[in-house]
């Protein structure tokens, strides 16, 4: 089982970065991803960035230029650096992780975007 550890959420004014991060810790198979996803209210969840075990990139389009994911393979640790934020990135952001055999899901954080 992998549990996934997630820290850096908050409230942040307009034009502010923050930084997310989360560890996983747990038996993990083969060639994974791991990303961000975010869901704010009244909308669908959707991904924000992910990041393979091979460094293979993908983000939404509203986030590209402002967020930058990154991950440490040795720490099994993936961050999302969010530039330039503003307050429709306002949402509960939750990392995934996905192995060969499953999708694990963290408890999720709220990051605020408001002066």
């Known amino acids: 089982q992998v549990q996934l550890m997630e820290s850096g959420g908050g409230l942040v004014l307009p034009g502010g970065s923050l930084r997310l991060s989360c560890v996983a810790s747990g038996q993990i198979f083969g060639i994974n991803t791991m990303g961000w996803y975010r869901q704010a209210p009244g909308k669908q969840r959707e991904l924000a960035a992910a990041?393979?075990?091979?460094?293979?990139?993908n983000y939404a389009n509203s986030v590209k230029g402002r967020f930058t994911i990154s991950r440490d393979n040795a720490k099994s640790t993936a961050y999302l650096q969010m530039n330039s934020l503003k307050p429709e990135d306002t949402a509960v952001y939750s990392c995934n992780l996905r192995d060969s055999y499953n999708t694990y899901w963290g408890q999720g954080m709220q990051v605020t975007v408001s002066s």
């Open positions: 990041i393979t075990s091979g460094g293979t990139i």
